[in-house]
């Protein structure tokens, strides 16, 4: 028989009912239900302050965050397009510029996360990348990202998309992963991430992208 996933209790409810699926659905178009294997390598981007009030983030709450995205798609990251066209007014600070002679960071590190995951700025600066491995079999939601806008002055996330407001259109080609169930109501990692989930490098993110 098989087993359920450790955070089976996550999807016991009707999506309608579910607030775990209607937290998805805030960054995801039409989220559906996906089993996430044992032995799942799962990447996320991480960051260190919070911009809303300057407060570095704890480590935990990188970990015990439900946004990931599968193995493929951090390879995307690595191979990016050198000449990828910019999108109206992606690079809104100095830490979105990029500098280097190629890929990733020659079209700016956070600039490049923003525009393929819908990252506004307020939700953090992307400078840490994580990689963990799944130790057990766990459920998610799954789909595109949904585009998201922020006002351009003060980086406060905008309800609809217009001239005045900067949107970030997520990649089509990289599909999000919304796993429910990783932090307690404590803020600590559950029992879910603990049993389930091995954080493997938690590391500054141009660590990883070296041309």
Sequence with gaps: ?????????????????????????????????????????????????????????????????????????????LVAPTTRPARSGFVLDPSDAGGGPSGFNSYGQNALVRTRLAVVHQFGQADRILEAVLTADLGCFTGKGKPISEDPVTGSLAPLITDSVTTWFADA???????????????????????????????????????
Aim: charged fraction near 20%.
């Design 1 to 77: 028989m098989t087993m359920p996933p450790l955070n089976a209790d996550c999807f016991q409810a009707a999506d309608a009912a579910n607030p775990h699926y209607r937290r998805a659905c805030e960054g995801i178009v039409n989220p559906r239900y996906k089993l996430l294997p044992a032995r799942t390598r799962l990447f996320r981007f991480g960051h260190t302050v919070d911009r809303r009030n300057g407060n570095n983030i704890p480590a935990v709450v990188n970990h015990t965050s439900p946004w990931w995205f599968s193995e493929s798609d951090f390879r995307n990251f």
């Design 173 to 211: 080609d990289v599909m999000q992963l919304f796993i429910p169930g990783l932090r307690n109501a404590s803020g600590g990692r559950s029992t879910v991430a603990s049993d389930a989930m091995r954080i493997v490098k938690d590391r500054p993110a141009h660590e990883f992208f070296v041309f």
